[in-house]
């Protein structure tokens, strides 16, 4: 079993942002994080999430293994469990008719959750979650490599 705890976040929205994962795979755990100058908290927290399951789907150890990705963003886990699906169907529009934003992240995200068996769990952030908290001040030093 394979569990991935993700966060992302940014200094101002826009601004300097940070995404990190934790991945735990029997005795191995991996920890990645990377960030951007100019970005917005949805972006990083798609990030994060896209950028483990890349890992996971590289590997062909894991790619057959099911995943439970356990994020602090109702965005993330609303979007790719319950959202998409109308998204897909209304050609990438919202239910008002809108572009849906973040699209290209959603598309990633869809197309990495399609090739692999992800099971969604959503967390409180800033809950004491020790894996939680550790993504959390990965992210945070991220922000600190843009911040001036």
Known sequence: MIEIYTDGGCSGNPGPGGW???LTAGDVQIKKSGGEPDTTNNKMELSAVINALKDVAAS???ARQPVTVVTDSQYVKN???SWIHNWVKNG???AAKKPVKNK???VALKELTDSLRVEWRWVKGHAGNELNE???TMVG???DKFRK
């Open 92 to 94: 990438w529009k919202t």
């Open 60 to 62: 062909p150890q894991w």
């Open 104 to 106: 290209e992240y959603w």
């Open 141 to 143: 030093l991220e922000m």
């Open 134 to 136: 550790e993504c959390d």
């Open 79 to 81: 979007g790719i469990t």
């Open 20 to 22: 990190a994962f934790v």
